[in-house]
Every structure is written in C-alpha cells, then in structure tokens.
Nanobody, 116 residues
Framework: QVQLVESGGGLVQPGGSLRLSCAASGFTFSSYAMNWYRQAPGKERELVASISSAATHTNYADSVKGRFTISRDNAKNTVYLQMNSLEPEDTAVYYC?????????WGQGTQVTVSS
C-alpha cells in the first residue's frame, strides 16, 4: 500500500532554514508527480509546491516562491522541500501528497514552527 513518511520539521527562528523529506513506498515513485501541502491552525490545507515525475517541472505557491525549493531523488524514492528565509506565517503542519488513480494519499505530516 502507499506509504508516505515525512521528517525534518521542527522549531526555527525567523530567517532560518529547514529541509523536509518524504520517503515514499508502495508505488512506482518515479512515475508520479509529488506535492507538498501545508495546513496552519484554523486554515484550509494549501498546496505549497509540486514536482513532476522526472523533476523537469516544478510549481510553487506565490507565498513561497523564491524561498522554497522542491526536489526529488527517484533512486531513493524521496521528495524534499528546502525552506529558506522562513517566516512566522510558514508555521504549519507540512504534508507530503501523491495523487494516484484519482485518489489522494497523505503522510502523517511534520510540524514546522517559525518563532523567535
């Protein structure tokens, strides 16, 4: 079965950096686009970044453009989210996502807190 396991979250000061990882299993990772979403308290889950199966195309939410970078290693079945210049507004639970056969699969999420 599809399994997505996020890691790398934590507490960081404004202006700091974090790198999130998502280890995938249970499907042919290299055949699917991957996504990172986030959900802040009291807000809807929002798409942060996407990467195509061969990493030839990426897309970002306007709020993170120029600060976040999504990448993937198909040999390791892992997708990453490098987050730089973090702001308090980036505080949220971050989720890895894959859309497979019309269904959404999610990891358990990793908490990112940006605070001084």
């Amino acid at each position: 079965q599809v399994q997505l396991v996020e890691s790398g979250g934590g507490l960081v000061q404004p202006g700091g950096s974090l790198r999130l990882s998502c280890a995938a299993s249970g499907f042919t990772f290299s055949s699917y686009a991957m996504n990172w979403y986030r959900q802040a308290p009291g807000k809807e889950r929002e798409l942060v970044a996407s990467i195509s199966s061969a990493a030839t195309h990426t897309n970002y939410a306007d709020s993170v453009k120029g600060r976040f970078t999504i990448s993937r290693d198909n040999a390791k079945n892992t997708v990453y989210l490098q987050m730089n210049s973090l702001e308090p507004e980036d505080t949220a639970v971050y989720y890895c996502n894959v859309k497979k056969w019309g269904l959404d699969y999610w990891g358990q999420g990793t908490q990112v807190t940006v605070s001084s």
